[in-house]
């Protein structure tokens, strides 16, 4: 079965440092999201994206954030000048219709540990 | 963010029979209502979901019920099985394919 691939599956930074999350979503997939869960808390949506543009992003994705497809597979997360508080599982996301969240298929997640 | 909320952490039930997670939210504009299993080390996958039109929906072992005027929906798992045992997330959206928003989460353990 198809799936959603997240790498790396753990990584640490130091505070204030650049991080790159990435993803390869499923192949035929048009629509992809990234959500987050900080431990404790519950899982939120950061942000979706289509046709190489942000589609919705909500009040966490700011101008620390941004999303990028640079090639026809993968999809990243870049967060600039890391805090603690960024520290959480990071899902991406992926579907290939839109309007149909039950479509949704996530990945195992990058778990990120900012120091 | 106290939109979706499950209330409790966790259940357990013995297996055989049926497991209820519950779960309450008050945005009256959520026309989307989906639950997720997740187990460990790996990401949420769908499970069931309802439209605000319905008030039940089955699938299987899985039915999904939504009380609208209470603002709160339950998945019911009959008869569970130990590998029903995962988090459980609530989620909800203003309409179909637009962002979710989820719940805690509860984590049920079904025992032999």
């Known amino acids: 079965e198809p799936e959603v691939t997240q790498t790396p599956s753990h990584q640490v930074t130091q505070m204030g440092q650049e991080v790159i999350l990435r993803c390869v979503p499923i192949s035929n997939h048009l629509y992809f999201y990234w959500y987050r869960q900080i431990l404790g808390q519950k899982v939120e949506f950061l942000v979706s994206?289509?046709?190489?543009?942000?589609?919705?992003k909500s009040e966490i994705f700011d101008d620390q954030f941004s999303v990028e497809r640079p090639d026809g597979s993968n999809f990243t997360l870049k967060i600039r000048s890391t805090k603690l508080e960024d520290s959480a599982m990071y899902f991406c996301?992926?579907?290939?219709?839109?309007?149909?969240?039950?479509?949704?298929?996530f990945g195992s997640g990058t778990q990120l540990s900012v120091l | 963010d106290q939109q979706v909320k499950q209330n409790s952490p966790s259940l357990s039930v013995q297996e055989g029979r049926i497991s209820i997670l519950n779960c309450d939210y008050t945005?009256?504009?959520?026309?989307?209502f989906l639950w997720y299993k997740k187990y460990p080390a790996e990401g949420p996958t769908f499970l069931i979901s309802i439209s605000s039109i319905k008030d039940k929906n089955e699938d299987g072992r899985f039915t999904v019920f939504l009380n609208k005027s209470a603002k709160h929906l339950s998945l019911h798992i009959v008869p569970s099985q130990p590998g029903d045992s995962a988090v459980y997330f609530c989620?909800?959206?203003?309409?179909?394919?637009?962002?979710?928003?989820f719940g805690e989460g509860t984590q049920l353990t079904v025992n032999p």
């Open positions: 945005n009256s504009m959520f026309d989307y």
């Open positions: 996301a992926s579907s290939q219709v839109l309007g149909f969240s039950e479509k949704l298929f």
């Open positions: 989620a909800a959206s203003l309409s179909r394919g637009s962002r979710l928003t």
């Open positions: 994206f289509y046709n190489n543009e942000i589609s919705e």
